[in-house]
Every structure is written in C-alpha cells, then in structure tokens.
C-alpha cells in the first residue's frame, strides 16, 4: 500500500534540493500515479491521466482517447499503402468520430475525450515501485529541462564554476543550479584543477539527452580567449575594438589580431591598458602568454605584426601565400620562438607560409624558421601529389 501524503511530503522535498517549479512537480506526482494505477488495474495500450489533489491528497482518473476518422486509420495487420501515412487503430486509443458525437455532439476530429475511472484508495507493492521509479525518472527529465532553460543562452558565454570532481580523466563542474562538464581534451595542459577552486569557462554546448552533465565546458577553446578579453576590455565588448583572429596553443601561448572601429581609439593599446594591467589580467586567466597585434589586410603588414615581439626589417610576399622575412641577428630567436613556436602561430593566424631568415644571411635557411598553416599545407600536398579537389554542381 502506498503512503500518498508521505509520497507528497517525498516529492516536495526532493522539489526543494533540486529547486524545480511546483508545477513540474505536480506533474511528477500525477505521471507517476497514472503509471502506477494502469499498471495496476488497467491495460498496457490504454492512456490514463491523473488528477492529483497535493493538499487532501484526493486523486481522480481518467482513460483518453483521440477522436479520429476512418480516412486516417488502418486497422492492425492492414499493409500500408506506399505515401499513405495512417496511423494504427487502437480501440483503447482511438474513437471514430460518430461514435464520439453521441458521447459529446461538439467532438472534433483529434480531439481527446476522457472517460472517468474508478478510484483504488489501495495500491499494491508493484504499483507503489511504478510510482517511485516514474518520480525519479520524470524529476530527472525536468532537472535536464529546467537545465536546458536556464542555460541554453548561455552557450558561448562564460560562466563561473567551482571544481567539484575527476572521473576518467574529465572535470566535473558545480556551477549552482547545474553540473557541467569539461572533457580531459578541454581542459589546459600544466593547468592545476582542485576540488573547490573557483573558476571562469567558456559554454561549449548545452545538451538535453547525453549520459554526461548537459553542459560541457572548455578553457582550451580559442573563444574563451575571446570572451575573456571581452570581459577584460570594455572597448571589445562595446564594439568599438574587434578581435579578427585568434590562434592558441593552450597552456603555453596566444596570439589575437585586433582592429579598431574607432580612429581615435588605439585597438592594441586598450588591450594592453595602463601599465599592461589588461593584458596581464588576461595571461593571468588563461595560465599563458599572450600576444597582441593590430590586423591589417595587407600580408606584409600583417605578417611582420604576427611576428611579434620580433623586429621585422623586411617582408618579400611571394606567390602561393609564401611570404620570406628578414630580421636582425639579435631578433632571429624571438622571431622563430622557443622549439619553433612563434612562427608556428604567426603563420597560423596569417594563413600563410613563414620562413624567416636573417637579414646578414638572406640565402640561408634557419633550423625552425619556416611554419606554414594547415591550409597553405594542404595546398602544397594536393599540388605535390597531384591531387585535386572538385566540387560537383547538379
């Protein structure tokens, strides 16, 4: 026998730690008893709703079915007729509409009627599990609906969450009305996580049917980077400085093109702020080094800015999106970088091939000193190997 006021008392209190509506649990309730009474006293086939009173506890039940026509049915073993799409009768669903006509002249096609069942006071043990494993079911499909409303304008966006656990290698994060989740390949490498340390993610995804916690989190996505300067320097966020580019090995270093909208507005300077107060706040943020250039629609320009800190004597752009540089001696390592890393990211953010060389040394190729982007590479390969990509038009 089920304790109705102790499932009520139950319920709300499960209301209360997971913070869901009253109507949704209203419908919990009402779900899980119509579930319990049909597996009860009523047939598999049949569609049975509950009214349920959460202050006497009163409950009142219901059989539906949908007024239908017979143009719109077939009947149980009929073969369905290619581009036909009828439904199976079910006489424990459907009633024609004549039939529903008599019960209720104004009955419309599609239409549901109810009919009133009779009230158990006593449900047995296997209706009372019914009803506990409905409860928990449907409380859990609210969680991940109530979940998805609240945070799915927040995709993209950051939020603040703290640590909360490890599970195979992916990081759990409490973030108040949700658990969110931050994937072992999102996380920044050389980055220390514990359990209760507070921090800022970016909103990758907000998922309703996943086994995981429905919002997934990075800190290694480039557009963290980005919604972190926005965060950091109200001219971005005003519209009056635009982030054009963005390449990031996380964890280790980041380089951002920007343009001002604005001509009395210094787009690299804001960025920096006084005393390098901005920028440092943001490397601070992302564990890692970050550098800042004005974007230019000129390559030689832009190329000799993505090399930066770097002193660029001269930029020779040549065909096929290759561009030589020429720096002094003393400029050589900070333009190739520590194991080749700043060319690397200056020839990702351009989109092309960098090879540096010394200005002393024009014709000699340097160790590390040419990077190329993923497109400007794969373009020499296809060229290389004859390959060629077409696109079909019907």
């Known amino acids: 026998m089920i304790d109705l006021k102790g499932l009520r008392r ?53 059989q539906v079915k949908t007024v239908v026509d017979p143009a719109q049915i077939r009947m149980e073993g009929e073969e369905q007729k290619e581009g036909e799409e009828k439904i199976v009768y079910n006489e424990d669903r459907h009633i024609f509409l004549e039939d529903a006509k008599k019960i209720k002249p104004d009955a419309q096609l599609d239409e549901e009627l109810v009919f009133p069942l009779e009230t158990f006071e006593d449900f047995g043990r296997i209706a009372a599990q019914t009803a506990k494993q409905v409860i928990l079911q449907k409380v859990k499909e609210a969680e991940k609906d109530i979940l998805y409303e609240e945070f799915k304008d927040k995709e993209g966006e950051l939020v603040s969450g703290a640590i909360q656990r490890f599970e195979h290698g992916h990081i759990y994060i409490d973030l108040g009305k949700a658990l969110g989740i931050m994937f072992a390949n999102e996380s920044v490498p050389g980055e220390i996580y514990t359990p209760g340390k507070r921090m800022r993610f970016y909103v990758m995804a907000v998922q309703k049917e996943t086994r995981y916690p429905g919002v997934v989190l990075s800190r290694a996505h480039p557009d963290f980077v980005k919604k972190v300067f926005e965060a950091e ?112 990211l200056a020839a990702k953010i351009t989109g092309w091939r960098i090879d540096v060389r010394s200005q002393e040394k024009p014709e000699e190729a340097l160790e590390g000193g040419m990077a190329a982007s993923e497109e400007v590479e794969s373009t020499t390969t296809s060229e290389i190997t004859g390959e060629t990509t077409t696109e079909s038009k019907e």
């Open 10 to 62: 139950a319920v709300e209190e499960l209301a209360e730690e997971k913070k869901l509506p009253v109507d949704k649990i209203m419908e919990v309730i009402e779900s899980s008893l119509a579930a319990a009474y049909k597996r009860e006293y009523r047939k598999k086939t049949e569609v049975v709703k509950c009214k349920f009173d959460s202050k006497t506890g009163a409950m009142q039940f219901w």
């Open 233 to 344: 320097v109200p001219e971005i966020a005003d519209g009056f400085i635009e982030i054009k580019d963005i390449v990031r090995e996380p964890g280790s270093r980041t380089k951002v093109a920007v343009i001002s909208n604005n001509p009395e507005i210094d787009a690299v300077g804001s960025c920096i702020g006084q005393r390098g107060a901005r920028i440092m706040t943001v490397s601070n943020e992302l564990n890692e080094r970050v550098d800042v250039m004005e974007w230019s629609e000129d390559p030689a320009k832009y190329i000799s800015n993505a090399l930066s800190p770097a002193k660029v004597t001269n930029v020779e752009v040549l065909p096929k999106k290759e561009a030589r540089v020429y720096v002094p001696d003393d400029q050589l390592s900070l333009a190739i970088g520590k194991g080749g890393q700043n060319v690397r």
